[in-house]
């Protein structure tokens, strides 16, 4: 995914599936 710069909003990102999605975008450069 090309992700550097943008901004993504997770809700429920404190665990399960909505933290490890809130992980990979931040590993994907997003804010």
């Given at each position: 995914m ?15 599936i909505?933290r ?6 931040a590993?994907?450069g997003?804010?």
């Open positions: 090309k992700l550097a710069g943008r901004v993504a909003v997770v809700t429920g990102g404190g665990s399960g909505g490890e999605a809130a992980l990979l975008f590993r994907e997003a804010r």
